[in-house]
């Protein structure tokens, strides 16, 4: 949020905004972030925005943290800071192995770090409610979670490519998930327009059914799991 304009700008256009913090010690998502100084500019960035709502319910505040083995059995004082620093909402992912390989083994979830956090996590999720605050995440999501964990592939036969939502990256290169654009993806460009978005849908499947992508095999786009789902009213979540 430190260019001029941005903070006001992201506040008075944006529905939801998600910002990624690791721990609630900022020093130690620093350092698993490779990234000096970052944990305390999503603090700055959120608190500037809560700022900046002057009472609105928009855009939507969401922390979402990476649990992996050196940050899970504290996930409960994260989500007091979060709630301290005014968000609305909270989400995870596991630590996964593709994007970053050599990290993966020395930090990815344990089966029983993951039980704990199943048990503690109703009792989490109804104390930061009373605060106002979802920690989102369905059981179909956790199921998936504890199948990453375990090994077990978890295919998506039809994610229903860009009628749902889209993946963009740096580059201008659209299609159904990071994991995917190397095959399933338009580009972009100046005379795109609007007719050019309306296909990608079904150019996105027509590339899906000709050349499936390993990816789709086990698939770990999350928000296809439950991610963003909350609980039903008058359940916990």
């Known amino acids: 949020m430190g ?12 529905d939801e905004v ?3 913090l690791d721990s609630a010690d900022l020093d130690r ?4 972030r490779g990234s000096p100084g970052n944990g305390r500019a999503v603090k700055e960035g959120i608190q500037t925005l809560v700022r900046l709502r002057s009472g609105r319910s928009f855009p939507t505040l969401r922390i979402n943290t990476i649990l992996m083995r050196q940050t899970i059995d504290r996930f409960a004082d994260l989500c007091e800071t ?3 620093w005014g968000v609305d909402e909270i989400s995870f992912n596991p630590l996964g192995g593709r994007d970053r390989p050599a990290f993966f083994p020395s930090h990815q979830l344990e089966a029983a770090a993951f039980e704990r956090f199943l048990n503690e996590l109703p009792a989490l999720r109804q104390r930061m409610a009373a605060r106002g605050i979802a920690i989102v995440g369905d059981d179909r999501y956790l199921d998936r979670i504890a199948s990453a964990i375990a090994g077990q ?10 009628e749902r939502f889209l993946f963009i990256d740096i580059d201008g290169r659209i299609g159904p998930c990071h994991f995917t654009l190397d095959r399933h993806s338009v580009r972009a460009g100046p005379d795109f327009g609007r007719d050019g ?14 050349q499936p992508h390993p990816a789709c095999s086990d698939c770990q786009q999350t928000n296809l799991w439950g991610k963003f789902k909350r609980a039903p009213k008058g359940e916990p979540g």
Do not use: M, Q, W
């Open 3 to 14: 260019a001029p304009g941005l903070a006001e700008f992201v506040a008075g256009y944006f």
């Open 18 to 20: 998600t910002f990624s």
């Open 29 to 32: 998502h620093d350092l698993l």
């Open 82 to 84: 979060a709630a301290a």
């Open 153 to 162: 592939a978890r295919p998506i036969a039809d994610c229903r490519p860009g």
């Open 197 to 210: 978005a309306a296909a990608i849908p079904a150019h996105l499947a027509r590339n899906r059914a000709a």
